[in-house]
Structure formats: structure tokens, C-alpha cells
């Protein structure tokens, strides 16, 4: 019996604009902005994963947390919608885009709903010193706290359990912890093992200010209960868990490079061929930042792509040295899956961290198109990935990992392929000078189209500014893609025979010219330029308007220059605060005179001050001297703010009628107990009740808590809660 092949037949696009010519003319679009659409043809496959992240940002955005009905409602109800759409008007055009936009929305919606809900609950830690036993999952190295130290470790709990009289039998927590060990202890645990430590914890904090990093959502979706450090020396507890071989390889790939190298170059040889990152430490990380190199320290598509791109040249090169392989085997074929297969391998090795297996999923379709014979790179096997990551993880929207590697890929496949034609005239016939002339173009190329691409995202999540990165990238990407991972790879192959110290000595030395360019670099003037925070709209402007013009055929899509150019412009343009209010009221802030003028503060609030730093952009300076000694009147504007940053009566001495005369605003650190009648205050209990303040200036004064910009979400405690208590088994558990 003979059997036809299944086809599904291309739409006519002539059949298709006659079918839209011949509805209600009132009801018709122009005839140029059809023919735009129609030109996109399977491009439009594109825009799936910008509406699945479009339907997550709109969860993200609600001031509320909607109800298990509301979020079946608002999933199923587009998702009819959307087929409605298909039933009546498959072979109309609009109508087909107006479903897959009701359909994508509404999977990235409802996705995202349903994975918060499915997240167990944060637990409530002890608020003292308490012994605690857990698994170990992984030790990480950490970069030392002074010079004249070690490095530091830190191990990731899981299944811990408190050993307090309350939380006596009480079942595994459900949730991670991060502990630091102390420096002076000598035992580091093997993942696996179980371990019995003294620690004093603290659940993940809440925003410096209003719109700030939110720590406690990104805990609640990583599965993270809280961090803190030991206060006793660690001991093993238990018969010793069966241990990760990884992460025993892991951590003998780390150690090997300390004891090869030494510094910060074992640290990022560490980093490159094991994913350590945490003995990086701050200097290094500001100086990589500064020259435009802070990608070199994260490991992510750039190293996988060095390493399958070594293993792929290196296998071919073989294969085609060998007559008989050459001409009767697919050496293209057999070099592209075992470069896929090192790929894996090292992504593995280094953590399997999101980013890099990001890298893998649009590596794994690279190969396979090599392998079908299919057009290698394109927008479309990059939406794939984009659309699986955000199927699986749609929280992924709004990482800037995420948002960084997808820019950077996007402005190389879209640039590349807008200026095709002039490189490979640029080429010419292959004369030796010409190819010398367009591999240079080539790597200034990426530089600048991967760059550009990442500049906004880099701006809005690091408020800097880099104008040096081109020309540090010129020197550092080639160096690392031709001798610092090729040859740490050798040196990986040769650690199973004890032969890794010559190779790793001399991917040293290519580290450390990367450090003395970034050195060099950073010294430069306007190497390091902050920026205020761009404010969330701004950020999803630059985004869309990305996704524009990398997405779009044809002229049209420079369009997308103006919402990037409006999102930039957001940085200056949204209105800043005046004064801010830590979430534990012990530190206070006054913007005045392109200065931030500053409360006095304890260590504890370091991380909070530089916080407020970098989103306004501002050097610090101490309040005026009469704001120390007691409350001080601050003119903010046509208004007056009445300050009391310190009080050691605990809000026992009242301020003065005089001192309250015409003050709108009246904000304490300690209890304002209603010291100055009939005026709003901002104090101890309401910053317990509501978190961080930010306070704006303009006819009158608009005061914005923490909890009013963030909501009534599941990752915002609500006011009192410490946590779900750790309710011992029952007999039969």
C-alpha cells in the first residue's frame, strides 16, 4: 500500500491579505501594516517566549496576590479565548496572532502563579544562637575578609534541624541554608556529609528602599530559608551520606588550582575550570567590572562556547589529518556532538548554574542543525530556548543573567546578520590580508554588538557605566578563546594522571594579563560611571524595544530605537527620593545638593548604604552636626521635615512645639509617640509595620513604604510573621 507523505502546506500570504482585504473595511488595518506582518512569516514563532515572559512580568506586578480561583480564571479564560480565536479565524491573520498572544500570556501567567504556590513556606528561624544538623550540598570558597587571611568557606544545609527545646522533633527543613564557616576552623565538610555546627541565622532581608532588590523574592523562589555564619568550630555528625562525585570533583579541580597557583589567579583559574566563584574577592570583581571584563568571572555561554568551540577544531583538525577519515566520514558532524559532549561535561563540572545551561539548550540546537544540515545560528532556535527556560523557570524573567545572555545573543545573531553582506565583501576572494582585515572586524564586531546589546540591562541592574568595554574585550576575549581555556582544558585531562601543574601554570599566566589588562583598564578616566537606578517600566522599555529591533524585518524595526531611548532616559527622568528610611529605622538619609547626606549608622547597615548609593548615584557626606545631637528641622522644597536620627530616651523626650512649627513630616529612629500633634510620622514601629521609606519632594510630600510598593504578595511577610513554625512529627511520622 502506498503512502503519501505528511505535509502541512505553507499559507498563502496572497490568500491570506485577501482574506483580511475582504472583512468590514472599518475593521481592516492599512494594507502596508498587513503586508509588514506577512512579511515576518515564521519569524513571528519569535515573539512566543516576549509574550510567556509578558504574561510572568504581569503576575510579578500585582499589588495583591490573587487567589487559587482568580489565577485559574485569569489562565483559562485567554487560554479559550486564544482557541476561539484559532476555531474562527485560523486562516485569517490577525486573528491567529491575537490567539498565540491570549495563549502565551496566559501559559506565563498561570506558570508563574503556580510555581510560587507550589514553593513550601519560610520557615521561622531561631532568633539566638542555635545548634543546628544538616546535610552539606556543596562548600563554597570565599574571598577572605582582610589580607593577612585565608579564604574563607561557606556550606549550602539542606534538610537541617534545629536542636531547640521549640523545635524539638521537629521534620527536615524543606529549604536551603547558606552558612560561613569561621576561618579558624580546620575541618571542611565533603558534600554529603552531615554536619553538626553552633549558628546564628537570619532570614533573607527585606529591600533596602521602596523598588529596591528584592532579597526575599528571590529566596522564595531559589528555595533559600535564610543565611548566617558559625560561631563554633564544625563537627561530623552521623554515619557520612553517600557523597556527590561531582561535587567531589568539583572540589578537587578547586584545590588543585590553589595549590598550582596562588592569589586571585587561582581564584579565577578556580572560577573557569570548576565554577568556584567565591574566592573572587572585591577588589578583583570592581576592577573586572570597571574595564567591561566582569563576564570573564561568571561562567555562561562565553566559556562554553570557548570550550566546545577548542574540542570541535581540535577533533576536526584530527579527523581530516587521517586520509581515509576525511573522505568517508561526517568529521563536521562527529566534531560537532563531541563538542556538545564536552560542553556538557564542563557545564556539569562548573555547577550546571542557569546561565550556562541556558548556553547548553541553545548549544544543543546549534548541533543539532549542524547535524541535520540546517542553518546553524538563528532567531528562531534562539526563542526555542527562550521559551523552554521560561516554561520551566518563568521567574527567569526578571534575572539579569537571563536578560544579559539573551540581549548579548540576539544583537550578535540580528547585527551579524544585518551586516552579512558587507563582511563578506570585507573578505573578498580569501587573500590572506583580507581574512586578517575580517577576523579583526569580526572580534571588534562582537564586542560592540554584544555590548550595546547589554549596556541598558548592565545600567539598570548595576547602575554603571562602562565606556571602556570594547577595548578591553578586544584583548581579553581572544586571549582567553586561544590560550587560557584551551589549555586549562588540557590541564583538566591531565588531572586524573597527576600532570595538571605545567598546564596550570601557564594558564596563570594568561590570567594574569587579563588582570593587569583590567588593571589598566579601569584606571582609565570614566572607567567607572554610576548611574541612578532605571525604574522598573524603563527597564521593560529597553526589553520590548530590544526585542523589536532584533526581531523585526525590514526598516521598521529601528522603531525600537525609541522605547530603548525612552528606558534610558528613564534613569534621569523618574523622580528620585529625598529621603530615605532603612527598614530598621537605624539609618536615615537626606538627598540634597547632588550630595547624600547621612545619618549616623553601625556596621550592620553597610549593605543598606551602599544599596542607596547606587541607585541615587550620589557621594555620601554626615548630616549637619545639630542633627546629631538631637531632632533638626530639614527643608525639603516648599516643605520641612523634622529629623530625629538618634535618641537615647527611646522616644521618651518629646520634640518642642518649636521644633514642630509647620514640620509636615516628622521621622525618628526610636518611637515618635506622637511628639509633634496631628503631623504624619515615619518611625521604629513603622518601619516594622511597613519596611523602608522613601520620601519625595514636590507641592507636598508623597510618602512610599516598602509594603505599599511590593504588596500583599506570598514572599512579603505579613506584619508580625517570623516564619512558618517547625511543628514537630507525629508518632506515626
Known amino acids: 500500500m502506498k503512502t503519501e507523505p505528511l505535509s502541512v502546506p505553507d499559507l498563502d500570504t496572497d490568500e491570506l491579505l485577501a482574506r483580511v482585504e475582504s472583512l468590514d473595511p472599518a475593521l481592516t488595518p492599512p494594507p502596508a501594516i498587513i503586508q509588514a506582518f506577512l512579511d515576518q512569516g515564521r519569524q513571528m514563532i519569535c515573539w512566543l517566549p516576549v509574550a510567556v515572559g509578558l504574561g510572568a512580568m504581569l503576575y510579578l506586578v500585582l499589588p495583591f496576590e490573587p487567589s487559587v480561583l482568580c489565577v485559574v480564571l485569569v489562565t483559562v479564560l485567554p487560554i479559550l479565548m486564544g482557541c476561539a480565536c484559532f476555531w474562527w479565524g485560523w486562516q485569517r491573520l ?59 568557606h561557606r556550606v549550602i544545609l539542606a534538610d537541617a534541624v534545629f536542636e531547640t527545646p521549640v523545635d524539638a522533633g521537629m521534620a527536615p527543613l524543606r529549604r536551603t541554608l547558606h552558612i560561613r564557616l569561621r576561618d579558624d576552623d580546620d575541618l571542611l565538610p565533603e558534600p554529603g556529609s552531615t554536619i553538626r555546627l553552633r549558628t546564628m541565622l537570619r532570614a533573607p532581608s527585606p529591600p533596602s528602599w521602596p523598588g529596591g532588590r528584592d532579597l ?22 552521623g554515619a557520612p551520606s553517600r557523597q556527590s562525585w561531582l561535587e567531589s570533583l568539583r572540589e ?110 541553545m548549544a544543543s540546537i546549534v548541533t543539532l542543525a549542524i547535524v541535520t544540515g540546517r542553518r546553524v545560528l538563528s532567531m528562531r532556535s534562539l526563542s526555542i530556548v527562550a521559551l523552554l527556560i521560561l516554561l520551566v523557570s518563568p521567574i527567569s524573567v526578571v534575572d539579569v543573567s537571563f536578560q544579559m545572555s539573551f540581549a548579548a545573543v540576539m544583537g550578535l545573531i540580528a547585527g551579524y546578520g544585518a551586516l552579512r553582506e558587507p563582511l563578506m565583501r570585507l573578505r573578498g576572494e580569501g587573500e590572506w590580508y583580507r581574512v586578517v582585515v575580517s577576523h579583526c572586524a569580526a572580534l571588534v564586531l562582537t ?78 578616566p570614566m572607567a567607572h ?20 529591533l532584533c526581531l523585526w524585518k525590514g526598516r521598521v524595526c529601528l522603531a525600537g530605537l525609541l522605547p530603548i531611548a525612552v528606558g534610558l532616559a528613564s534613569i534621569w527622568l523618574a523622580p528620585k527620593p529625598d529621603i530615605l528610611v532603612s527598614p530598621d529605622a537605624g539609618l536615615m538619609a537626606v538627598r540634597r545638593q547632588g550630595v547624600l547626606l547621612v545619618g549616623p549608622h553601625s556596621s550592620l547597615q553597610r549593605r543598606t548604604l551602599e544599596d542607596w548609593q547606587q541607585a ?63 503631623v504624619p510620622s515615619i518611625d521604629r514601629f513603622s518601619v516594622w509595620r511597613d519596611g523602608a521609606y522613601s520620601v519625595f519632594a514636590g507641592r507636598g510630600l508623597t510618602v512610599v513604604s516598602d509594603r505599599s510598593w511590593r504588596g500583599n504578595r506570598l514572599w512579603v511577610p505579613p506584619v508580625g510573621w517570623h516564619g512558618m513554625p517547625n511543628l514537630p512529627l507525629a508518632q506515626s511520622e
Open 94 to 152: 490577525f486573528p491567529r496572532l491575537l490567539g498565540f498572544a491570549l495563549l502565551s500570556v496566559a501559559i506565563g501567567f498561570g506558570d508563574l502563579a503556580f510555581q510560587a504556590r507550589m514553593q513550601p513556606p519560610m520557615p521561622a528561624l531561631p532568633t539566638h544562637a542555635t545548634v543546628l544538623t544538616g546535610r552539606v550540598q556543596s562548600l563554597e570558597i570565599l574571598p577572605p575578609r582582610n589580607d593577612d587571611e585565608d579564604d574563607g
Open 216 to 237: 526575599q523574592r528571590e529566596a522564595w523562589f531559589s528555595g533559600l530559608a535564610g543565611s548566617g555564619y558559625a560561631l563554633g568550630p564544625v563537627s561530623l555528625s
Open 252 to 361: 578537587t579541580v578547586a584545590l588543585r588550582a590553589n595549590a598550582a597557583l596562588s592569589d586571585q589567579t587561582a581564584a579565577i583559574a578556580a572560577t573557569l575550570l570548576a565554577g568556584e566563584a567565591g574566592s573572587i574577592d572585591q577588589h578583583t570583581r570592581e576592577t573586572f567590572s570597571a574595564s567591561g571584563l566582569a563576564h570573564l568571572l561568571a561562567v555562561a555561554g562565553l566559556h562554553l562556547g570557548l570550550v566546545m568551540a577548542a574540542v570541535i577544531v581540535t577533533l576536526r583538525c584530527g579527523l581530516a589529518a587521517i586520509e581515509y577519515v576525511a573522505l568517508r566520514w561526517p568529521c563536521r558532524q562527529i566534531a560537532a556532538v563531541a563538542g556538545l559532549l564536552a560542553g556538557a561535561g564542563y557545564v556539569m563540572l562548573t555547577g550546571a548554574h542557569l546561565p550556562s545551561l541556558r548556553a547548553l539548550g
Open 447 to 524: 564586542s560592540l554588538l554584544a555590548g550595546l546589546a547589554t549596556l541598558p540591562v548592565s545600567m539598570a541592574h548595576f547602575g554603571a557605566l562602562q565606556p571602556w568595554f570594547v577595548l578591553a574585550n578586544l584583548v581579553a576575549v581572544p586571549l582567553a578563546a586561544v590560550w587560557i581555556m584551551p589549555v586549562g582544558l588540557l590541564a583538566l585531562v591531565a588531572m586524573p594522571f597527576h600532570a595538571e601543574a605545567p598546564f596550570l601554570k601557564l594558564m596563570g599566566m594568561g590570567i594574569r594579563i587579563v588582570q593587569a589588562l583590567a588593571e589598566r583598564v579601569a584606571a582609565f
Open 529 to 548: 560611571q554610576p548611574v541612578p537606578a532605571m525604574p522598573g517600566w524603563g527597564l521593560l522599555l529597553v526589553m520590548l524595544g530590544l526585542c523589536f
Open 616 to 678: 541615587l548615584a550620589l557621594p555620601t557626606a554626615p548630616l549637619p552636626s545639630d542633627c546629631l545631637s538631637g531632632p533638626c528641622r530639614m527643608p525639603l522644597g516648599a516643605q520641612t521635615v523634622l529629623l530625629r536620627v538618634r535618641d537615647a530616651s527611646d522616644g521618651n523626650t518629646l520634640p518642642t512645639m518649636m521644633q514642630c512649627e509647620g514640620v509636615s513630616l516628622f521621622i525618628s529612629a526610636s518611637p515618635a509617640r506622637k511628639g509633634c500633634p496631628d
